[in-house]
């Protein structure tokens, strides 16, 4: 039996990187996954490759900077499953500026899709998921970054926004634990995802210059390397982990 045996999981951002990731495993250990990506080719994709590969998972196109389609997501799950047990919010995006250069669009781009459309998912399906208290077998996982913990030039509204969630993902831990529903904050560090700068991804000589400076264990994080800490968090291994804020950056939180 696979560790996600039984679960029905949410996971938005499925598209590419840490979202298609954390599916396609939660798939492997067993978990009927409803994916979520403002992609419709690239988030198919990876629900068609899981269904190819034995697994259970089913694609629904939306944009959560629109509660509209918040409201989509919810309904397709209803409508297939009638309930859900996890919730993994991982949709995100960067944006590389200096303050000045920062601007209204990017504030409400930035704010809407890592903190606002996060907050939505929340309100939609935290009420489904106390129905029926399961002490802890339900959890949400809200994916932010070492950038809520630790300055970063460039990433203002990146970083302030990821460290809006991470508190708020705790706060909420505190009111949804006693009702059965676990709420955990993972933090990963720098990984080789699509927001990685195509200089940075196509030079492993860029690649290992950075991480003498940025991780200590000496590479760059991979999409996988976040998800095995997924499974965890999510699985009934961690029925007594709540309010939690795992850090998974290769040490990059220890370095300067």
């Not at 990187?17 to 954390?22: P, Q």
């Not at 994916?35 to 998972?57: F, H, L, R």
């Not at 809200?142 to 300055?151: F, M």
């Amino acid at each position: 039996m696979g560790r996600m045996e039984g679960k029905i999981a949410v996971v938005t951002g499925v598209g590419s990187g840490i979202g298609k990731a954390i599916a396609q495993m939660f798939a492997a250990e067993g978990a009927k996954v409803v994916g979520a990506s403002y992609s419709p080719d690239k988030g198919k994709k990876v629900m068609e490759d899981i269904n190819a590969a034995g697994g259970e998972g089913m694609f629904v196109q939306a944009n959560l900077r629109k509660k509209e389609d918040v409201d989509k997501v919810y309904q397709a799950v209803m409508d297939r499953y009638g309930t859900l047990t996890t919730l993994v919010n991982c949709a995100g995006v960067l944006v590389h500026k200096t303050f000045l250069d920062h601007n209204d669009e990017d504030y409400d781009y930035i704010s809407e899709t890592n903190y606002r459309g996060y907050i939505w998912m929340m309100q939609k399906f935290l009420p489904e998921m106390v129905k029926e208290n399961s002490h802890g077998k339900n959890s949400v996982l809200n994916i932010a970054s070492v950038s809520a913990l630790k300055p970063e030039s460039n990433a203002y509204f990146y970083g302030g926004f990821k460290a809006a969630i991470d508190l708020t993902t705790r706060n909420l831990s505190r009111e949804f634990s006693p009702q059965g529903v676990r709420l955990n904050v993972l933090c990963p560090g720098p990984v080789n995802t699509g927001m990685t700068p195509k200089s940075v991804k196509d030079s492993p000589e860029v690649q290992a210059e950075m991480c003498k400076n940025i991780c200590s264990i000496g590479r760059l994080g991979e999409p996988e390397d976040i998800a095995y800490a997924a499974v965890y968090l999510c699985s009934d291994e961690a029925t007594w982990v709540t309010g939690a804020r795992l850090v998974v950056d290769g040490g990059a939180s220890m370095m300067g």
